[in-house]
Nanobody, 116 residues
Framework: QVQLVESGGGLVQPGGSLRLSCAAS????????MGWYRQPPGQQRELVARISRGGSNVYYPDSVKGRFLISRDNAKNTVYLQMNSLKPEDTAVYYC?????????WGQGTQVTVSS
């Protein structure tokens, strides 16, 4: 059974930083590309970062490019998201999953709130 547990969210002021972590179990982590997704209030979930199986290839949409950094540690079955220069529009629940996502494996997510 796949389990994805996100952590590291919180309340931060605009311009601040947070580092999210996602611990995976129940899958052979190293064979999957992984993604970080977010769902702002009242909106659909969207991909904000993607990393290849070995970590050499990454993708970011324009909305977070240059501010977010995804990384992974296959020995620890963990994927990270470093978020810098946070903006109020980054407020959302953040999730990790494989890319493409396993629809039955979404975790609880971690809330990120950017507000002064």
């Amino acid at each position: 059974q796949v389990q994805l547990v996100e952590s590291g969210g919180g309340l931060v002021q605009p311009g601040g930083s947070l580092r999210l972590s996602c611990a995976a179990s129940g899958i052979t982590f190293s064979i999957y590309a992984m993604g970080w997704y977010r769902q702002p209030p009242g909106q659909q979930r969207e991909l904000v970062a993607r990393i290849s199986r070995g970590g050499s290839n990454v993708y970011y949409p324009d909305s977070v490019k240059g501010r977010f950094l995804i990384s992974r540690d296959n020995a620890k079955n963990t994927v990270y998201l470093q978020m810098n220069s946070l903006k109020p529009e980054d407020t959302a629940v953040y999730y990790c999953n494989t890319d493409p996502p396993k629809e039955y494996s979404w975790g609880q997510g971690t809330q990120v709130t950017v507000s002064s």
